[in-house]
């Protein structure tokens, strides 16, 4: 089974909307990570929020918030009022076990979405 | 600020030929990590290390090898390279005991032909 599912290949939003990519996950640790990454057209990775599996609030970074459904085991990424620089290959990872115990730091990754913002 | 630096940025290679891909950080960070890039198929890991002197196997090792000699360096080999390792390299870096964010480099382009 996949433990990170991004079921949205592709997207194209107009501009100033706001946007969910969909991000699903599956594990059986009660400890774990979630975190959303872009990667623009020219291919660098760049970190955009994490959410932990024990944070009560849903995490928030200026324009980007995740929407984190422990129960639905969901982590979607909302960019509000989205912008022409939005439009990017985004991925959803996941940390699965405890930040304490040495050696949980490996991320796995989604296939990706791909944003494309409408003038 | 350098952070994490790759080398080379793009290669072309003919099959059969050896490789080594460089990485180096200079965060003094534990852990390291090589992830491929493939569309449609996302960031898999292919080897990590937890500290200088270990190294462990990701999703894809096959056909790679890797070693840490020390704290900074982290280079990726492939012995026999074949069409199939045709791919986006990029080598990550994250701090013990924090989120687990990857710092990344800014990836390797290789073609094997």
């Known amino acids: 089974a996949q433990k990170i599912t991004q079921t949205q290949p592709g997207m194209f939003v107009q501009e100033k909307e706001a946007v969910t990519l969909d991000c699903t996950y599956d594990t059986s640790d009660p400890s774990y990570g979630l975190f959303w990454y872009k990667q623009p057209s020219s291919g660098e990775m760049i970190f955009l929020i994490y959410q932990g599996s024990y944070d009560q609030q849903n995490a928030t970074e200026g324009r980007y918030s995740l929407n984190f459904q422990k129960a639905r085991k969901s982590a979607n990424l909302v960019i509000s009022a989205s912008q022409l620089g939005d439009s990017a290959m985004y991925f959803c990872a996941m940390r699965e076990g405890s930040i304490r115990n040495f050696g949980n730091e490996k991320l796995t990754f989604g296939t990706g979405t791909r944003l494309t913002i409408i003038p | 600020i350098a952070g994490i630096t790759q080398a080379p940025t793009s290669q072309i290679l003919a099959a059969g030929r050896r490789m080594t891909l460089r990485c180096t950080q200079d965060?003094?960070?534990?852990?390291m990590y090589w992830y491929r890039q493939d569309l449609g198929l996302g960031l898999r890991l292919i080897h990590y290390?937890?500290?200088?002197?270990?190294?462990g196997k990701g999703e894809v090792p096959d056909g790679y090898s890797v070693s840490r000699a020390n704290t900074d360096d982290f280079p990726l080999t492939l012995a026999s390279a074949v069409p199939s390792q045709t791919s986006v390299y990029f080598c990550?870096?994250?701090?013990?005991?924090?989120?687990?964010?990857?710092?990344f480099g800014e990836g390797s382009r290789l073609t094997v032909l």
């Open positions: 965060m003094r960070h534990n852990a």
């Open positions: 290390s937890n500290t200088a002197g270990t190294t």
């Open positions: 990550a870096s994250s701090e013990m005991f924090a989120t687990g964010e990857l710092f």
